[in-house]
């Protein structure tokens, strides 16, 4: 009895990998979600991780779209840099290699003048 054997470039066909987010940058990115909950600016959050990019999705609300999204793509990194802050209607308020430097357009919302 001979028993067909597949073709051998079909034995180690893995599934495409998915970006994410390193830990590290995940605690720079929630350190920044936890002061705008605490300023009750922000309330829920999204983590989507693709095939060509790894998207944090910030709400107001749970069942709206999203405020901010910031996203981390690996083919930019030799370009305009691999992280990116996207608004709401979709424009890219700041794009950059280092991950707390493109946050910092963020910050200066958080900065309020207290009267």
């Known amino acids: 009895m001979n028993i067909p054997v597949p073709p ?7 599934p495409a990998e ?7 940058e995940l605690s720079v990115i ?5 002061r705008f909950v605490a300023a ?3 309330r829920d959050y999204g983590i989507s ?5 790894a998207v944090f999705s910030v709400f107001r609300r749970t069942a709206e779209t ?3 999204r910031i996203e ?9 840099g691999m992280y990116a802050v996207v608004g709401m ?3 890219i308020l700041r794009r950059g290699h280092d991950l707390k430097t493109v946050l910092r357009v963020l910050e200066r919302k958080l900065i309020r003048a207290v009267e």
């Open 30 to 34: 929630l350190s920044l979600y936890g």
């Open 8 to 14: 051998s470039s079909n034995l180690h066909h893995f």
């Open 18 to 24: 998915q970006i994410s987010f390193h830990r590290t």
């Open 89 to 91: 209607d979709g424009q």
């Open 72 to 80: 981390k793509r690996p083919k930019m990194r030799d370009k305009q």
């Open 66 to 68: 999203p405020m901010y």
């Open 40 to 42: 009750g600016e922000w």
């Open 49 to 53: 991780c693709l095939r060509d990019v």
